[in-house]
């Protein structure tokens, strides 16, 4: 039995490919069919993410297994099946195991540490257990890879640092307002940059959300799909005086909002604090307006500074990861390794039984008239020596399998016994 | 056992600070619990001086001192428990505490002779509420010192060092706030039961003491930020001044004042 992970992922093959090859949650059940016909292969677990497509399988051979999940792709997704190879990956046992940790930690992840991952391989398992596609191998190996990531992010700070400029203006936002619940937001322009902090700030909780544009079109059709309102963009020093959070990305060459205007409307306010985040380039809000009291003005440029920053950090706390991982790998393999002692020593017990039993009847025979006291004399005495000829071999086996010498070694007790 | 407390409230200092250099949970969670040990202890230091003398450990500047460091940290280990994310508070109050302890271990070890005047049914409960409103004070001059640094950070966007660690200027100016609606109340019945005790000693409820004045002028300031905060919506930065500023004066009121004025207050 070998433990295979083939795969692409976003370091392996471009996005048009991985667009191609992807699968919805509705496709996998049927993928998962197919895999499971392909009689080499006993388990299977498929993760499909925008990042990666990844089967992870308990099989027989490793090379037929290999041609068979690329069979699948290349059949679903229209691509040759040749041209296939040179994108994929495959790991096979320590390495499958490792990559699996690595996976489910985020420390494979496009952008490390991002928290998405893990729901993603969850989801991927619950599917296969759904359709009996996982056994005793896939199953200690999920169970084992959500422990290693619930530790990677316990005792690393790999999540504690926001690397996205819209998960950035969330923290700030969190750490001037507290809680975003009864935060109102407005958007002004409509960049992708701008719409997706938007998005983000309400995820988070903010409870209201209001889209200024220069087209009201415009403005009413993103309203729309953020479920905003749409405002005429004169009314802009108007909601000033409403808002908390002002997200703003319009094309504008000229400042929209002025610290004089700025000044009254912050005395009007009773000193509310306001927020603003300004993605805009050029700027369209005077930055002196920061030097006015609470009000708090971010630029592109700060959010991106604490995004690189953030992103070294990250890749400092992934190195400490590796060595959990490392520890976690080396336990699992040595599970995996008992397990294949499992057949050996059965098999190695039911041939003894087998002579046993055959020299036992024989015995039986040649006695005149065996009492009942007799019978169990001789069984006791034939199941005594059995015993005790294969306690040795047995516990030597086992411990010479715990310093990692096994293959070897059983071989020669296979060998040996004929088994 | 002293020492011991004292220790552990150098442990829930270092642990916070090291908390806000290295972000670890690990340290936020040391210094949680150090501070709670350490409140307990303190809480046994003083019902042993309560045992020892059946009287509320009050009458000198020594225990007034040592009682006012309890006020704080039990204020302290109160918020850090209640309000989510306020543990850094413990590497600002904690500094606070350790001072009042060391003045209160410098200041001359024996009691000054216990006047009959003081043991009456009326004199500790005045001091223990003015005690714990200035413990509560203290507080909200702490959240109110981590507001202005958390605003300072947050203008000038060193956002990527400060941010994660302090708590949101929200809960901050909250904090400063909250403490000061219990605190006020608290002082003026400080004050109340203060001039309940005088009339019943000396006959008149007001003597311009300089601890009495000092008192009024506290009061009178407090209830001036309080009124603009309410009323005038100073709230933020400069409520965070107010307060900072008003604890200026009580910590004047609580030492100095005895030092430059001779009044009948042992302190």
Known sequence: MKLIVVGLNHKTAPVELREKISLTDNEIPAVLRTVMSSPSIAECIVLSTCNRIEFYTVCEDQEKTVDAIATIMARDSGIEKDALPRYLYVHADRDAVTHAFRVASSLDSMIIGEAQILGQIKNAYRMASHNSTTGP?????????????????????????????????????????????????????????????????????????????????????????????????????????????????????????????????????????????????????????????????????????????????????????????????????????????????????????????????????????????????????????????????????????RRGEALKDITLLRKIFRI | MLTLTVLLYIGAMGTSIGYAFYRDRKLEAASHITLIAAGILHTGLLLMLYRRTDLFPVFSMKEAAFMFAWAIAIG????????????????????????????????????????????????????????????????????????????????????????????????????????????LPLLTLGIITGALWADREFGSYWNWDPKETWSLIIWLAYVFILHGRISLGWRGKKFAWGSIFCFVLVVFAFIGVNFLFKGYHNF
């Not at chain 1, 640092?161 to 507290?178: N, Q, R």
């Not at chain 1, 802009?236 to 319009?250: A, E, F, G």
């Not at chain 1, 400092?316 to 040595?334: C, L």
């Not at chain 2, 271990?105 to 003081?118: D, H, K, N, V």
Request: aromatic fraction near 8%.
């Open chain 2, 76 to 183: 302290a280990i109160l918020v850090s428990s209640i309000f989510k994310g306020t543990t850094p508070i413990i590497g600002f109050a904690t500094p606070l505490v350790l001072l009042l302890i060391a003045a209160s271990l410098l200041l001359r070890g024996s009691a000054p002779e216990i006047s009959p005047l003081f043991n009456t049914d009326i004199f500790p409960v005045h001091v223990v509420l003015s005690l714990t409103s200035y413990g509560l004070f203290a507080l909200s001059f702490v959240s109110s010192v981590m507001y202005v640094f958390q605003e300072t950070s947050l203008k000038h966007r060193r956002v990527e060092r400060i941010t994660q660690w302090l708590p949101s200027l929200f809960i901050l100016d909250d904090l400063g706030y909250k403490t000061l609606t219990i605190g």
């Open chain 1, 137 to 401: 191998i896939l199953n200690r190996l999920m169970h084992r890879a959500f422990g290693v990531a619930k530790k990677v992010r316990t005792f690393t700070p790999i999540g504690l640092y926001t690397v996205s400029v819209s998960s950035v203006a969330v923290e700030l936002a969190k750490k001037i307002f507290g809680r975003l619940s009864g935060k109102a937001v407005m958007l002004m322009g409509a960049g992708e940059m701008a719409e997706d902090a938007a998005k983000y700030l309400k995820d988070a909780g903010a409870s209201r959300l209001i889209v200024l544009s220069r087209t009201f079109g415009h403005a009413a059709e993103l309203a729309e799909r953020l479920r905003g309102s749409a405002v005429e963009f004169d009314r802009l020093y108007d909601q000033l005086m409403d808002v908390d959070i002002v997200v703003c990305s319009t094309s504008a060459d000229h400042y929209l909002i002025t610290s004089d205007r700025m000044a009254k409307i912050i005395m009007a306010r009773q000193h509310r604090p306001l927020f603003f985040i300004d993605i805009s380039v050029p700027r369209n809000i005077e930055p002196s307006i920061s030097s006015l009291e609470s009000v708090f003005l971010f630029d592109i440029d700060d959010l991106n500074g604490v995004t690189s920053k953030n992103m070294k950090e990250r890749e400092k706390a992934a190195n400490e990861a590796e060595q959990f991982i490392e520890e976690e790998t080396s336990r699992f393999v040595n599970w995996l390794g008992e397990l294949s002692l499992v057949p050996t020593i059965v098999s190695l017990r039911e041939k003894f039984e087998a002579i046993r039993q055959e020299e036992l009847k024989e015995a039986i025979t040649k006695l005149a008239a065996p009492t009942k006291k007799d019978i169990d004399i001789l069984d006791g005495l034939s199941r005594g020596i059995v015993n005790k000829i294969l306690h040795g071999p047995i516990t030597e086996i086992k411990s010479v399998h």
